[in-house]
């Protein structure tokens, strides 16, 4: 028994209990508040520790090998402190909702706790799917939209992500099959990690798969072009939902890429094309979606698509693949989570108080909401990549993790890409600036009255930037849990 | 001399007839009286195979002893359809096949 | 110990004071006030313990993967001793300004607030020992100037100009951001200051690099020079500071003059060796600091709102600065040697003597301003001379140390040390225009003077001005006494101002200084002298040369326009290729072979026929071909 077994299973058996008539309030937030210790505590014990630790192993197939195998290292306990953090605010500031609210949060939380958790790629998989179907659900569902756009938007979701997964699973299923060799099938990580060190593919081969992997997960991470599910989706999901799936759900496919792709395919992304193809994308996520972002007329549109656009930076990250860049990636994971659910969170809250959200018919909300306002200041800041806030330590880090290698004669394309990359850097301090601009300062709009959320209700909001200015401050705090190279 | 051949084409002929009457005919009676025909025309070349092949110099038996089962099972089955085109003439007033689609998607 | 005083104890009062402002209140002030205090008098410490030995040491940590670090170093020498007095004593002057100037104002709290922070940011600035620490409290001082130029937020212009201000200064971090990187890669992931300087003296990895491809470095420090240009608004990012002045004076006094806009001139001269290792960036650095001299003296000549004539002559100083940094780069070039026992640098000097009297300028025009009821037209004042006399002969000592009286005040010595580089630099345009500025200095200050100080006055709130309360003739006062003073040695030594060597002058530089301090003090007189409205009028001027007219253009189309071409295009394309299409196909697919499915049982039957006699025809005419 791990203690990583019971952080899964709380969630899960939470809303198992709701289901079977537990009031959903009480239980949802007593499971997450005991897991957000549990996982502090493991970050305790792991801090400053390397390799793999907290494992546990089940077996349940001997031939194809599987066992329910847990284990961490500092990656899935930062995210899994990022889920614990964003599924206790998401919980907690439900208001007045049915219990299926509590259920689905619990269940796409305890599926990620999941993914991150497991060490078995069949897990990680399965966990992941079980999250995605209550965010399907939620947004045909409960979402903020008339319900056939609702139900439009979920399909695409559910069409983008469905396809992004079997994509996927055709290149574990190959990553597997290549390194079986014909005799044993294995889904241990660790034993297809010791596999890749003694006897590496070909690097042709590695960098099919990791092409292949790289489309699966990239379209779940919405990669350029495979992203325009995600802005409808997070516009119009219930908030809670929009919470976790972009602040936590998304990294999934980020998780995979640095867990599964990097070290079993460590050529693969360094092979010339997959290189120019993942930069082109992911300078179609910074400099495409960066215009289209400020182009948003609506603050839901602004940060559903700002947050496709900062997906760039996190595949920047992977793209350089040396140590730096791939520890700033971790923390730009984090950060973003953090500061996207708290900006989702707070949009919700606008929403319901003030029933629109376009630019020209807001302003000076300053006024009457100033702990509102500083609150979302964090999460503005946070996004534009404001020194003393998480997302810059990320950030800064992915760019200088793209120059450790550096010739004076000239740039490589990456390099290049990092110069074109961080002219996003002022598109999102453009877009972010424009919309703080028009909801908060300014003289009252008419007919628009908005005040603070009452203290109970701003607890959630104040965890989550309290989160980003420690860490932001501090970041050698989730350096230490990533003390073993990447 | 009367062959196996002769037998296979009456029997087919008749076949056909059958599958012209099920594809073509619009009133389920008529259809349902095809397939019955189609039934026929199986038992028909069944007989004509256990005619003509011997065994110890005798016609195979088997053969018409599936025949009897396979008459018994469309007299069933003519009890069972026909109580159920009563029940669908009772409920539609009509007996076209077009006419029920309820089931459809 | 000493160090961490100065820089924490500001940011632990902005903390407390932006987060708990509400239920802080009035003890907001004294906390904000308090810390100012302190940091000043720790600065005193440090500068009295100066054993001139410079030295890098670890503060804090901040990031730290394997051999990479970037942590929070301090670097103290004499640069940044003297450059911390100044932050820390006019701070601490413009806290105590505040408290009189910003007494009726609701959000007081929240305006010490960010004063704190911002104490704490351009602390880390002056103390930066890395390039990474000194660009993370290069954006932070573009926070509190976004806060504190925002702080009457219910304006649209404030608004507008807080947001433009950090806007203009992220274009700018975006060049510094790809020189620190350039630096970092070439010097094998180190960024602290000492060790790029000695990599360029020692022959490190940076060495080679000039060697071998010596555009890389011309390219390094071109692009830290773009961080300059933004944060010290130099030409053609200089469009945020005038429109700056929408927020409060005494902010613009510490923050719109002083200090932070100086931070870039601080920094380059920080990187000095980088830039004397570049020929071209050298040129280039003195070219733009030149135009935007004499661009914003010209603009200055036409404008009526008091902060703004100061801002443009901030403006104007700040490319003064600038182009001092790129002619001594120049004359270094030359194979003249600066770098002797007295590392004086006449940027840094200037720097030094302009934030006592800039400071004082400002804090004059708030004290007018707050006399005249927020009245900032020039025009609508007169005759202030008899209602306001401390102020009157504050704002006077100030003026004429921007102008640079000859002998007696400070920003003589330094105009004339710049003047003296553009002189030695060995290109006569620098020196040239150099001096037209002065004269523009000279003409637009004295004009302003006249207009608001002498004469009738024009308005009610201009006749019934009077003296503003002891608290904010203070800081005036003593403002004052720098002005004069600041440049004696008595002054500078102590106060380690980086004061350059001194050099008997150069006649002609001589000459030139004091012809136009009288031509344009002259031409000012002859112009103005009892008028009571403006006798000039050149549109271009007043217009600012139509610049953020040109902006907003561009704006609208490289921007807004490729924004919503990008759009539509993301939208038509990317979904219809992506999405669109399949979706498309599969349905057309589905429809095909939903034919097949109509539901109707004669055709299920037609097709099972077909498909016995295909089955059929199959095994008795086709496989018996096939080799049975």
């Known amino acids: 028994m791990s203690v990583l077994e019971i952080i899964i299973a709380l969630p899960l058996l939470a809303a198992l209990a709701i289901w079977l008539g537990a009031p959903a309030r009480a239980a949802s937030l007593g499971a997450t508040s005991i897991n957000l210790i549990l996982v502090l505590y493991t970050a305790v014990q792991y801090w400053g520790k390397t390799g793999l630790a907290f494992t546990y192993s089940r077996p349940i197939l001997e031939n194809p090998s599987l066992s329910f195998a847990v284990g961490a290292d500092g990656i899935s306990i930062i995210l899994a402190l990022l889920t614990t953090l964003v599924m206790l605010a998401a919980i907690w500031q439900i208001h007045d909702r049915p219990a299926i609210f509590y259920v689905s949060s619990l269940l796409i939380g305890g599926g990620a706790l999941g993914a991150f958790l497991t060490t078995d790629i069949f897990f990680i998989y399965a966990f992941h799917e079980l999250a995605l179907i209550p965010t399907f659900l939620m947004i045909a569902l409960h979402g903020r939209a008339e319900p056939a756009y609702r139900k439009a938007v979920a399909w695409k979701a559910t069409i983008y992500l469905g396809v992004g997964s079997l994509v996927l699973l055709a290149g574990l299923v190959w990553l597997v099959l290549e390194f079986s060799g014909g005799s044993k099938l294995t889904f241990d990580l660790e034993a297809l990690r010791s596999q890749a060190k003694l006897n590496p593919l070909p690097d042709s081969k590695q960098a099919q798969i990791f092409f292949v992997l790289l489309l699966g997960f990239g379209s779940l991470v919405s990669l350029f072009p495979f992203h325009s599910w995600a802005a409808p989706a997070y516009a119009t999901a219930p908030t809670p939902v929009a919470m976790l799936h972009s602040g936590v759900l998304k990294k999934f496919g980020l998780y995979g890429l640095i867990r599964i792709a990097l070290p079993l395919l460590p050529h693969g992304v360094h092979v010339e094309w997959v290189q120019n193809a993942l930069l082109l994308m992911l300078l179609g996520n910074i400099l495409v979606m960066g215009l289209v972002t400020i182009h948003a007329k609506r603050l839901d549109d602004t940060l559903a698509n700002s947050s496709v656009m900062h997906m760039g930076y996190i595949f920047l990250g992977i793209a350089a693949g040396t140590d730096i860049a791939l520890k700033g990636a971790v923390i730009l994971m984090f950060a973003h989570g953090i500061s996207i659910a708290l900006l989702f969170g707070l949009l919700g809250r606008m929403r319901n108080q003030l029933g629109t959200l376009e630019y020209n018919k807001l302003g000076g909300l300053a006024n009457h909401a100033p702990a509102f306002t500083v609150l979302f200041a964090f999460g503005t800041f946070a996004s534009i990549g404001l020194p003393g806030l998480t997302n810059f330590a990320g950030e800064v880090l992915i760019f200088l993790g793209n120059f450790t290698e550096f010739k004076a004669g000239g740039l490589t394309h990456l390099q290049w890409t990092v110069i074109l990359a961080l002219w996003g850097v002022v598109m999102s301090a453009v877009y972010m600036l424009r919309a703080y601009r028009s909801i908060f300062h300014g003289s009252p709009a008419t007919g628009l009255f908005m005040i603070d959320p009452a203290l109970s209700q701003r607890v959630p909001f104040i965890m989550l930037a309290a989160t980003l200015l420690v860490t932001g401050c501090c970041p050698w705090l989730l350096l230490n849990l990533m003390k073993s190279a990447l | ?105 | 110990m000493l160090t961490s005083i100065i820089l924490l104890l500001p940011f632990f009062s902005a903390l407390l004071i932006l987060l708990g402002h509400r239920q802080l209140k009035g003890a907001a002030v004294l906390i904000s006030v308090g810390s100012s205090i302190i940091s000043f008098i720790a600065c005193l410490v440090l500068l009295a313990a100066a054993d001139d030995k410079d030295n890098t040491k670890l503060l804090l940590p901040f990031l730290d993967i394997g051999d990479f670090h970037a942590n929070i170093d301090v670097l103290i020498d004499k640069q940044s001793r003297g450059m911390m007095f100044i932050v820390s004593f006019i701070g601490l002057l413009v806290h105590i300004f505040s408290l009189g100037y910003m007494k009726d104002d609701d959000a007081r709290p929240r305006f010490f607030g960010s004063l704190s922070l911002f104490m704490f940011s351009m602390t880390g600035i002056v103390l930066a020992g890395n390039l990474i620490m000194m660009f993370i409290f290069w954006e932070l001082v573009g926070l509190s100037s976004y806060l504190l130029i925002g702080h009457w937020y219910q304006k649209a212009s404030a608004a507008e100009a807080c947001k433009k201000a950090f806007l203009t200064n992220r274009i700018g971090d975006f060049g510094f951001m790809i020189g620190i990187l350039l630096l970092f890669g070439l010097n094998k992931g180190d960024v602290s200051f000492d060790n790029l300087r000695d990599a360029f003296v020692q022959g490190g990895p940076l060495f080679d690099a000039q060697k071998s491809n010596p555009g890389i470095i011309t390219a390094a420090a071109l692009c830290i020079f773009m961080g300059a240009v933004g944060k010290s608004a130099q030409f053609p990012l200089h469009v945020w500071l005038p429109d700056a002045m929408e927020g409060p004076t005494p902010v613009s006094a510490l923050i719109h003059a002083a200090t932070m806009v100086a931070a870039g001139v601080y920094m380059l001269v920080r990187v000095s060796f980088l830039i004397e290792a570049s020929p071209l960036a050298a040129e280039i650095i003195a070219g733009i600091g030149c135009f935007t001299a004499v661009l914003a003296a010209l603009m200055a000549t036409q404008q009526n709102d008091i902060k703004r004539v100061l801002a443009y002559s901030t403006l104007s100083q700040l490319g003064y600065m600038v182009m001092a940094v790129g002619a001594v780069a120049m004359h270094v070039q030359h194979g003249h040697e600066l770098h002797g026992p007295n590392p004086g640098h006449p940027a840094m000097f200037h720097l030094y003597t302009h934030a006592f009297f800039k400071a004082l300028l400002f804090l004059g025009s708030g004290a007018i301003i707050y006399a005249c009821h927020h009245e900032q037209d020039i025009w609508k004042m007169g005759g202030l001379r008899k209602h306001m006399p401390v102020t009157f002969w504050t704002f006077l000592i100030g003026t004429l140390a921007l102008m640079g009286l000859p002998w007696i005040t400070s920003g003589f010595w330094s105009k004339e040390g710049i003047l003296g580089a553009a002189y030695d630099s060995g290109c006569s345009i620098l020196f040239h225009a150099g001096t037209l500025t002065a004269v523009l200095t000279s003409f637009y200050m004295m004009r302003l003077v006249i207009v608001a100080f002498f004469g009738k006055p024009r308005t009610e709130s201009a006749h019934h001005a009077s003296e503003v309360p002891l608290i904010m003739l203070l800081p005036l006062v003593l403002l004052a006494v720098f002005s004069i003073f600041s440049a004696w040695d008595g002054f500078a030594t102590p106060l380690q101002a980086l004061k350059p060597a001194h050099e008997p002058p150069h006649t002609t530089v001589l000459f030139a200084s004091i012809a136009a301090f009288l031509i344009g003090t002259g031409g000012a007189i002859y112009l103005y002298r009892g008028k009571d409205k403006d006798p000039v009028s050149i549109k271009l001027f007043a217009n600012k040369f139509y610049f953020d007219e040109i902006y907003a253009v561009i704006v609208r189309i490289c921007q807004d326009r490729l924004a919503w071409i990008v759009t539509a295009l993301e939208r038509v394309l990317v979904d219809g290729l992506v999405a669109r299409l399949p979706t498309a196909i599969v349905a057309r697919l589905g429809a095909a072979t939903r034919m097949l499915q109509g539901g109707h049982l004669q055709g299920y039957t037609f097709l099972l026929g077909g498909g016995v006699i295909a089955v059929i025809y199959l095994v008795v005419f086709v496989l018996p071909r096939l080799g049975h």
């Open chain 2, 1 to 105: 001399m009367i062959t196996l051949g002769h037998y296979l084409v009456v029997s087919g002929m008749l076949f056909s007839l059958g599958l012209a009457g099920v594809i073509a005919r619009r009133n389920i009676i008529i259809v349902y009286m095809c397939l019955e025909m189609m039934l026929s025309a199986a038992n028909l070349a069944l007989v004509g195979f256990s005619r003509f092949h011997l065994v110890n110099g005798l016609p195979d038996y088997t053969a018409q002893s599936l025949v009897f089962f396979t008459i018994t099972v469309a007299a069933a089955e003519v009890a069972v359809g026909l109580a159920i085109i009563v029940a669908l003439f009772r409920s539609k007033q009509s007996v076209d096949v077009e006419s029920v689609t309820k089931l459809q998607g």
